[in-house]
């Protein structure tokens, strides 16, 4: 902060001392304009003058003190030139920080002053320079008052906008804060969702074929169980990587060097771990990569639940129809049909509701159920 910037910062902590300069400037003016003043004259000046150290925390009271000094000066025919700057200084002062329309009242007052003043002046007697006398005096007025109060108005208008920027300002950062805060929720959920996916996926198929190849071992079939196990493992280390991807977005939002999340590419290894079977309809074409993940996700958590409820003897089929503006995904299998994705005492509210999430993201909607026939099946649309 510069000097000037502190020598600021300080004058609006105490506002009396710029206005005592300010009451000891109208003073000497208020003395000076004229010669000859009397003492009625003087003491009218000073306390009409000293009055305005009040004109900011106080306006009402010195404008007041003014009005009294006014109407001393053409009650008793003081010189009204010497009362004149502290007049025309608290009109402005009324309009910048006093009452509304308190400025344009003492601007009104002023004038009638002036009129009063002009008045003496034509029942002394000046011959024919009385009138021009009046005039000049009650125009005169009527000119300083008028700018006295436009320049307070100003001012006025000047800072309670200087006041809508700052609350603007406030509620902008709020609502920056507020929605930095979403955002950060926001990703915090969707990162609990990726690991429910991943860990769920890959946790059901270690298990079923864990099962599987300690049946194959116990029967004595020792390449189905080396094979058993190699799936195992390569299940494993692609759910490592996928965590440690999402672990790399909490420290870096840019993961920089983490592996890239999957997509369509990843859904025929998808099924071909999980036992079931893949069929395309349609030319494939490319999509981004937030949908390609959404697609993903779909088809391992519809998997997912076929092995959890539907049992290690059920199949399931995944089925890619690529339409001219859509890509539905359905995936079914033939066992029984299980619980719903996502009911409460099944995944944790994390299975359907969480695909519903992901796919309406992209303009898509998500069906799912038991099938008449047996089975469950779960369709998934979405724009491509």
Not at 104 to 119: D, E, N
Not at 229 to 251: K, N, S, Y
Not at 270 to 277: P, Q, S
Not at 288 to 296: N, R, S
Request: hydrophobic share 50%; with cysteine.
């Amino acid at each position: 902060m510069t000097a000037a910037e502190r020598a600021a910062d300080w004058l609006r902590a105490h506002p009396l001392v710029p206005d005592a300069v300010i009451a000891a400037a109208v003073i000497a003016v208020g003395l000076l304009s004229t010669r000859g003043l009397g003492p009625a004259e003087i003491v009218v000046a000073s306390v009409g003058g000293a009055s305005l150290v009040l004109r900011r925390t106080r306006p009402m009271v010195g404008a007041l003190v003014v009005l009294a000094c006014g109407l001393a000066t053409v009650g008793f025919g003081l010189v009204a030139i010497a009362i004149t700057p502290a007049v025309v200084a608290t009109i402005y002062s009324l309009a910048a920080w006093g009452p509304r329309r308190s400025g344009l009242l003492a601007a009104g007052i002023a004038v009638l002053g002036g009129a009063g003043v002009g008045v003496t002046w034509l029942l002394r007697g000046l011959g024919d320079q009385r009138w021009g006398v009046f005039l000049v005096l009650v125009v005169g007025a009527a000119l300083a008052s008028a700018t006295a109060w436009l320049g307070g108005a100003l001012r006025r208008l000047g800072r309670r906008e200087v006041v809508h920027l700052q609350e603007r300002a406030m509620l902008l950062e709020t609502e920056q804060e507020q929605r930095e805060r979403l955002a950060v929720l926001a990703e915090r959920a969707r990162i609990s969702r990726e690991m429910h996916d991943i860990i769920a996926h890959s946790l059901s198929v270690i298990v079923v074929q864990a099962d599987g190849g300690r049946i194959a071992a116990g029967a004595g079939r020792t390449a189905q169980a080396t094979r058993v196990l190699e799936t195992i493992a390569q299940t494993g280390r692609g759910a490592l990587a996928d965590v440690r991807a999402l672990l790399g977005l909490l420290h870096d939002r840019q993961a920089e060097g983490a592996p890239p999340q999957p997509g369509l590419d990843a859904v025929p290894g998808l099924v071909e771990d999980a036992g079931a079977r893949l069929r395309t309809t349609g030319t494939a074409r490319a999509v981004p990569a937030g949908l390609g993940l959404t697609v993903y996700r779909a088809v391992q958590e519809a998997l997912t639940n076929t092995v959890k409820h539907a049992g290690r003897e059920a199949r399931a089929t995944v089925a890619l129809t690529w339409q001219p503006d859509l890509l539905e995904v359905e995936v079914t299998d033939d066992g029984p049909a299980g619980p719903v994705l996502g009911t409460a005492g099944t995944l944790g509210g994390h299975g359907l509701a969480g695909m519903r999430e992901r796919v309406a993201a992209h303009g898509g909607e998500v069906e799912a159920g038991p099938r008449p026939e047996g089975g469950f099946r779960v369709h998934v649309r979405l724009p491509a």
